[in-house]
């Protein structure tokens, strides 16, 4: 099957910097991509998504950039904050088939 | 508005039983849908109802199966539990689908034994 995965598992950062995390992911024809949150003891929630026609989007503190040439995916997280640590997911919609992958996540710490 | 909400949120059967779980979500969302996370595939997508119709289905075998009612309340069900199904099952529902915005809810723990 298609596969969408992670470049590191975990990460750690001071409070204040800016965190990125990475996704790698394997079909092309993919149309839809979001990056989840997922806090201890939580469902995941939403935090930003892209279409395949964008190559970057702005929400508040995060910055999601799309490089189709290189199928790589990262979310940019400004001024990192503890409650920022969490478990994060990008996902991959294909269109055809409504198809929908998970990465396996990148666990974020927050140091203070 | 209320959020999505599961039962139960645990939840403990031995190997052969079956399971179902309950899902309600947020109001005026069509679309509910079900993924698995263990700590070894992580977040695999099950399938998706919209208006009582399945409409998207993943990679699982037939003893997973679910259905949604006219109210949109979706229940999933596994027959003849296995260990490995061990996991964190969560659902989600959108007003269109899901290519839409999705609300997750707690999920429930279920435990094979």
């Known amino acids: 099957g298609e596969s969408v995965g992670l470049h590191l598992p975990t990460l750690s950062v001071q409070e204040g910097d800016n965190s990125i995390i990475n996704c790698a992911y394997s079909?092309?024809?993919?149309?839809?991509f979001i990056w989840y949150k997922q806090e201890s003891g939580k469902g995941p929630q939403f935090i930003i998504d892209?279409?395949?026609?964008?190559d970057k989007r702005q929400g508040q503190r995060v910055t999601v950039l799309l490089n189709k040439t290189v199928k790589h995916l990262s979310l940019q997280i400004a001024a990192t904050q503890p409650g920022d640590s969490a478990v994060y997911f990008c996902?991959?919609?294909?269109?055809?088939?409504?198809?929908?992958?998970f990465g396996t996540g990148t666990s974020l710490t927050v140091i203070p | 508005k209320a959020g999505v909400t599961q039962t139960p949120r645990y939840l403990i059967k031995t190997r052969g039983q079956q399971v179902t779980l309950s899902c309600s979500p947020i109001?005026?969302?069509?679309?509910v849908s079900w993924y698995q996370q263990t700590p070894g595939q992580g977040l695999q997508f099950l399938f998706e109802?919209?208006?009582?119709?399945?409409?998207n289905k993943g990679n699982f075998p037939g003893r997973f199966s679910g259905r949604q009612f006219s109210n949109s309340r979706s229940e999933m069900n596994v027959s003849t539990l296995e260990l490995g199904d061990s996991a964190l099952y969560l659902c989600?529902?959108?007003?269109?689908?899901?290519?839409?915005?999705?609300?997750f809810g707690p999920g429930t723990r279920l435990t094979v034994l």
């Open positions: 079909n092309s024809a993919s149309d839809y």
């Open positions: 996902a991959e919609i294909l269109n055809t088939g409504n198809q929908f992958y």
């Open positions: 109001s005026g969302h069509r679309s």
């Open positions: 109802y919209f208006s009582e119709t399945q409409r």
């Open positions: 989600a529902s959108s007003l269109l689908g899901i290519t839409d915005t999705q609300y």
């Open positions: 892209i279409r395949s026609n964008m």
